[in-house]
């Protein structure tokens, strides 16, 4: 164990260091922010940035790609906001239930016809797509034109992307990527989805 003055030693270094990035960090930009990975939380990830931004009097647009087969507490909760909020389920479930191809990529393609206006207007600072990894993960919507679509968005306007499988040039491109690892789910030992924690 590490006795008082090493410790206050070693939080001086580490004061400083942080310091100095702080310093360093003089840039504003819009940030496109990827949350990915097999974990539970990517979406409850994205609502949070999305609370911070209603905090702060920002407006926020949710398109939903592959969700939107069932009412959420999240919408409720968020949409409570009035004009701050504009959120859109444009999704008919998730694919293992719709088992059609053909009717997830139509409804990915509006769902994204309604991303791209919101991703050409200043008036909201962060737009939240969620599931759009997945849309890219199987197709249905083109990933250059995604990522088209993200360099030519207003400069201060945020982007979340959730969903598994985030492709490697949307990696790269995206300036903060989290991904979530799944250790252990409920799930997995039989008990079922509960309001509060899954929906």
Known sequence: MMDAPEHKARMQRLKASVDRRIAAAQQEKGLVIVYSGAGKGKTTAAFGMALRCIGHGLKVAVVQFIKGAIDTAEERALTSFGDQVTFL???????????????????????WAAASAFLGDPAYAMVILDELNVALQH??????????????????????????????????????????????????KGIKAQKGVEF
């Open 89 to 111: 389920r444009m999704g008919e479930g998730y694919t293992w239930e719709t088992q059609d191809r053909e009717r997830d990529s139509e409804m990915a393609q509006r769902a």
């Open 139 to 188: 197709d249905y919507l083109s990933l250059d034109v995604v990522l088209e679509a993200l360099a030519r968005r207003p400069p201060m306007q945020h982007v979340v992307i959730t969903g598994r499988g985030a492709k490697p040039p949307l990696v790269e491109q995206a300036d903060l990527v989290s991904e979530m690892k799944m250790i252990k789910h409920p799930f997995r």
